[in-house]
């Protein structure tokens, strides 16, 4: 039988850190890692100081992550947390954010080089990390997963260790609603990616089949919300519940080739992470049609769809702008990064299939598709 791990404790719920303040308070000082916009403007910081005023618990606050921000400065970051004596961490905000919030818990508890992170071996455990998610499409906040900057905004690289496991992630859909729609957008596609990607995935089991198709159908269920603009509290309550499903399964299976390619499409065109692999997901599922056809029909029927409506839905939702050309694509394939994932990849996905997937979703943007 397939086993499943998964330490995290969830709560969620309007209000859920008022209602659940013991998951929140912890003995000893405790340091509060956002960036630095999202955190006030959604009022999580405020719940979340408010907790711990009541409860006169010390903290400080790190209010300074960007998506430049890197691993020298989050190496800084963790030792400014030993050196003030720094217990827990409370990460409020995208996926980004969360990710220095975990990453910094690794070295303030550890004496270590910034890259020995990367060794995925830590001789203490970090620092117990709560993680307030303000988007709904990072799954960071229930995965073991980090994704850091190198100092080079064109290099990124995630480490993985169960010891990363957030301690508790609180869910309330409120801190969502100051999203911009092009960002509740792109945040979405990116949860439905980690979601199908776990799907279809050698790695998936029944137990991580029933939390990605369980995400897809809620993010299915919000279509007309994300294309229209007009996203209720219910939608938005979905989309979230949603983004830590697809994180769960990820979190089980590991990602696959979407991630992978989009991930050049991020480094070297700058395109936002979840509208690159936006852009990816429907030739992939195409590709899937001749490896696995009853898992991709899965997929589009768990998303209330067809393969030509999910394209329509995807070039409105996240569209791809931007021109590519053959140059271009040889650069992403020399930069390949398939290969650590290739594994996980049902059927044998070769450089040929990669290459025709870039061209296909992004020189022949226009090609239709029939259903199956
Ligand atoms: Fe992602």
Not at 64 to 85: C, D, H, N, P, W
Request: hydrophobic letters at 40%; charged letters at 25%; glycine letters at 6%.
């Amino acid at each position: 039988m397939p086993k499943y791990f998964m330490p995290t404790m969830l709560l969620s719920g309007k209000n859920c850190i008022k209602r659940h303040p013991r998951h929140l308070v912890r003995d000893g000082k405790c340091m509060i890692v956002t960036g630095r916009k999202s955190a006030v403007l959604s009022g999580a910081l405020a719940d979340v100081t408010d907790v711990l005023d009541e409860n006169n618990v010390e903290y400080e606050i790190y209010d300074k992550v960007t998506a430049l921000t890197g691993i020298s400065e989050i190496y800084a970051l963790g030792m400014r947390m030993r050196e003030s004596g720094v217990k827990y961490v409370i990460g409020i905000g995208g996926g980004t954010t969360l990710d220095v919030a975990k990453a910094a818990a690794v070295y303030a508890a550890n004496d270590m080089q910034p890259m020995d992170i990367y060794k995925e071996h830590y001789k203490n455990d970090p620092l117990k990390v709560v993680c307030i998610p303000t988007t709904a499409g990072t799954g960071s906040d229930t995965t073991q997963y980090v994704m850091m900057s190198l100092d080079d905004v064109h290099k990124r690289r995630s480490f993985r260790s169960n010891k990363c496991f957030p301690y508790a992630t609180f869910l309330d859909s409120r801190y969502t609603n100051t999203l911009p729609i092009e960002v509740t957008r792109h945040t979405a596609v990116d949860a439905l990616c980690h979601a199908v990607e776990s799907y279809l995935n050698t790695q998936a089991s029944e137990f991580s089949d029933t939390v990605s198709l369980e995400a897809i159908r809620l993010i299915g269920s919000c279509k007309e919300a994300l294309i229209t603009g007009r996203v209720t509290e219910e939608d938005r309550e979905k989309l979230l519940v949603a983004a830590s499903s697809g994180g769960m399964a990820v979190a089980h299976t590991g990602l696959n080739v979407v991630h992978a390619m989009g991930h050049q499409l991020t480094c070297e065109k700058e395109i936002p992470h979840g509208r690159a692999n936006g852009a990816l997901l429907v030739e992939f599922l195409a590709w899937m049609r001749t490896h696995d056809i009853m898992r991709a029909v899965d997929v589009v029927t768990a998303f209330d769809s067809d393969l030509s409506s999910f394209k329509k839905f995807m070039d409105k939702v996240v569209p791809t702008p931007e021109e590519f050309t053959e140059a271009d694509i040889d650069v992403f394939l020399q930069n390949s990064i398939v290969n650590t994932v290739r594994q996980n990849c049902p059927g044998d996905f070769t450089p040929e299939d990669e290459r025709q997937i870039y061209v296909n979703a992004l020189i022949e943007k226009r090609r239709k598709f029939n259903n199956w």
